[in-house]
Antibody
Framework: EVQLLESGGGLVQPGGSLRLSCAAS????????MNWVRQAPGKGLEWVSA????????YYADSVKGRFTTSRDNSKNTLYLQMNSLRAEDTALYYC???????????????WGQGTLVTVSS | AIQLTQSPSSLSASVGDRVTITCRAS??????LAWYQQKPGKGFKLLIY???SLESGVPSRFSGSGSGTDFTLTISTLQPEDFATYYC?????????FGQGTRLEIK
């Protein structure tokens, strides 16, 4: 069974940093792109970042570009999101999601983790 | 960046109804669209990918159609467990974009 387990969320002051992790199991981690998606309380979904299967290519939403860095360790089956210069508007539940399988090979998401909550507040 | 306009934002319907949700892209995205269901406390479930491919295990009452800029998600006969929030997602270009969501409520 494919499982994604996020960790590392918590309360941080504006301007602070936090590193999220997503431990993957049940599939060949190094074969799939991985993603971070967030959902602010009571709001819709915002894609944050993606990283290619090899880790050689990364992509970011404009709202986090230059502040967040996505990486992966394929030897540890783990995805990371380093978040710096955090702002109140970064407060959200952060999900990791695996690239889906089959079809066109595009980057739809299946499955998703259960999320880890990041709260940016003084 | 591509924009996705999902409508309606909320919808009241009854068990047994046929429901359609639309997603319009600001520019052509071929068939690079997925649909997700979110239930409170239960996370996200992939329903449809590549605009019309039904994910394994998803009931056949769910269907997707469209290409280019206009897409629809149809639930042919609403069941009690279908009351949830639905999102479309384009993956043709980065940045990946989600629609604003459609909250499907019981009438």
């Amino acid at each position: 069974e494919v499982q994604l387990l996020e960790s590392g969320g918590g309360l941080v002051q504006p301007g602070g940093s936090l590193r999220l992790s997503c431990a993957a199991s049940g599939f060949t981690f190094s074969s799939y792109a991985m993603n971070w998606v967030r959902q602010a309380p009571g709001k819709g979904l915002e894609w944050v970042s993606a990283v290619s299967a090899s880790g050689g290519s990364t992509y970011y939403a404009d709202s986090v570009k230059g502040r967040f860095t996505t990486s992966r360790d394929n030897s540890k089956n783990t995805l990371y999101l380093q978040m710096n210069s955090l702002r109140a508007e970064d407060t959200a539940l952060y999900y990791c999601a695996k690239q889906g399988e089959g079809g066109s090979g595009g980057n739809w998401f299946d499955p998703w983790g259960q999320g880890t909550l990041v709260t940016v507040s003084s | 960046a591509i924009q996705l306009t999902q409508s309606p934002s909320s919808l009241s319907a009854s068990v047994g109804d046929r429901v359609t949700i639309t997603c319009r892209a600001s520019q052509g995205i071929s068939r690079a669209l997925a649909w997700y269901q979110q239930k409170p406390g239960k996370g996200f479930k992939l329903l449809i990918y590549d605009a019309s491919s039904l994910e394994s295990g998803v009931p056949s009452r769910f269907s997707g159609s469209g290409s280019g800029t206009d897409f629809t998600l149809t639930i042919s006969t609403l069941q009690p467990e279908d009351f949830a929030t639905y999102y479309c997602q384009q993956f043709n270009h980065y940045p990946i974009i989600f629609g604003q969501g459609t909250r499907l409520e019981i009438k």
